[in-house]
């Protein structure tokens, strides 16, 4: 079956470290979406990619980062410049624009 | 940029209907989506609806869009207790992006 796969679903950081969430789509999706959800507020966006090796800065970047090495993987790293980490972290992908996305099941980030 | 709200809860009995309002603020939006969120997981697309439309069916859920007012709701006939989720509506940007979501509606049916 065709689907985006985040891991791992719970993550737990300790304060200063840099941590690496995976996402991988075997969809054949050109472009894949990094989006932040806290309680009680919709989705915003960190990072997009629509095509290999080329992504850009959503709303809010600052403190992440990403790779676009092959189609399938679109991993996030947040780091320790990343002031308020603790959140739900979804990954999405699409056939490109005006397409509906396929979402991740989400991996749930806590720092400790 | 696009702005999009909509209210943040609603409660209905199992059985009635339950509307779910959406306003938009970029009338250049050409696919107006609607996704649904159960506890603990990702974004599940519902329905869709193409802005040269004024409504569309879709077995229990009816979408209907106003274009001239930017304003968009979701009807599920007949709420069962498997529709309790939070509603999310996504309206395309500019250049096809659907980058902006509302806030979304959390809808809690009763028994």
């Known amino acids: 079956d065709g689907g985006i796969t985040q891991s791992p679903k719970y993550l737990f950081r300790k304060e200063g470290q840099n941590v690496t969430l995976s996402c991988e789509q075997n969809l054949n999706h050109d472009a894949m979406y990094w989006y932040r959800q806290d309680p009680g507020q919709g989705l915003r966006l960190i990072y997009y990619s629509q095509i290999v090796n080329d992504f850009q800065k959503g709303d809010i970047a600052e403190g992440y980062s990403v790779s676009r090495e092959k189609k399938e993987s679109f991993p996030l790293t947040v780091t320790s410049a990343q002031k308020n980490p603790t959140a739900f972290y979804l990954c999405a992908s699409n056939q490109g624009s005006w397409y509906g996305y396929t979402f991740g099941s989400g991996t749930r980030l806590t720092v400790v | ?111």
């Open chain 2, 1 to 111: 940029g696009e702005d999009v709200e909509q209210s943040l809860f609603l409660s209905v009995r199992e059985g009635d209907s339950s509307v779910i309002n959406c306003t938009y603020t970029d009338s250049s939006s050409t696919y107006l989506y609607w996704y649904k969120q159960e506890p603990g997981a990702g974004l599940q697309l519902l329905t869709y609806i193409f802005s040269n439309m004024d409504m569309k069916q879709d077995q229990r859920l009816t979408v209907l869009l106003n274009k001239k007012d930017k304003h968009l709701s979701l009807r599920i006939a007949d709420t069962q207790t498997g529709d309790s989720a939070i509603y999310f509506c996504a309206p395309t940007g500019n250049y096809g992006q659907n980058f902006v979501f509302g806030p979304g509606t959390r809808l809690s049916v009763l028994p």
